[in-house]
């Protein structure tokens, strides 16, 4: 079975640091992982997905996300932290013919 | 292009009770995904619906039950309201099953039990 960990639930960072959200998935086969973001009261936007192109992955609002095989992990940055970044992050991963499994998510909170 | 819809926004309803939501998926997809979402328990899987059929289902009490339609449109249906269903339901689309298909949500509907 699938399943998908993020190292902290809370996350603060001072408005232009780096942001590091970290993602971690078992899965027998290699997956296909995807993080998505959630502003209050609003749904899951996707912010990016990784399906085995290219390692690096550049996603929207100047995130990306890098997957490395022998870590089992797919953790998301972003060189400077916007106020606007500060959300609920979640990363997810996938499989053919299976549904979508969640982490239970990484909420980023950005200081002035 | 419009995005997934989801009706009502907000729902406030009492113990016993029954509830349906609906959800328009993105104009093509045909896949439908429910997902309820609490505080504690995070985003859990409800059900997923492929051309009218149900193809995964979570681990979810029999109270809670789904639909899809001819145009991809789908609904669910929770029987006997109980004060733990209270959370957001998101639905979310994709164009199809295979992996690699993000799925794209809507806005969720917030359901509260009184």
């Known amino acids: 079975a699938q399943s998908v960990t993020q190292l902290g639930s809370h996350v603060s960072v001072s408005e232009g640091a780096l942001v590091l959200l970290r993602c971690n998935y078992s899965?027998?086969?290699?997956?296909?992982l995807f993080w998505y973001v959630q502003y209050p009261n609003q749904g899951l936007q996707l912010l990016l997905k990784?399906?085995?192109?290219?390692?690096l992955v550049k996603g929207i609002n100047g995130f990306e996300a890098e997957f490395k095989k022998s870590e089992t992990s797919f953790h998301l940055t972003k060189p400077s932290a916007h106020m606007s970044d500060a959300a609920e992050y979640f990363c997810?991963?996938?499989?053919?013919?299976?549904?979508?499994?969640f982490g239970p998510g990484t909420r980023l909170s950005v200081l002035p | 292009k419009a995005g997934v819809t989801q009706t009502p926004r907000y729902l406030i309803k009492t113990r016993g009770q029954q509830v349906t939501l609906s959800c328009s998926p993105i104009?093509?997809?045909?896949?439908v995904s429910w997902y309820q979402q609490t505080p504690g328990q995070g985003l859990q899987f409800l059900f997923e619906?492929?051309?009218?059929?149900?193809?995964n289902k979570g681990n979810f009490p029999g109270r809670f039950s789904g639909r899809q339609f001819s145009n991809s449109r789908s609904e669910m249906n929770v029987s006997t309201l109980e004060l733990g269903d209270s959370a957001l339901y998101l639905c979310?689309?994709?164009?199809?099953?295979?992996?690699?298909?993000?799925?794209?949500f809507g806005d969720g509907t917030r359901l509260s039990i009184l």
């Open positions: 990784y399906t085995s192109a290219a390692t």
């Open positions: 899965s027998s086969v290699p997956p296909y």
């Open positions: 104009s093509g997809h045909r896949s």
């Open positions: 997810a991963v996938n499989n053919y013919g299976q549904n979508f499994v």
């Open positions: 979310a689309s994709s164009a199809g099953t295979g992996g690699g298909q993000p799925q794209h």
């Open positions: 619906y492929f051309s009218e059929t149900q193809r």
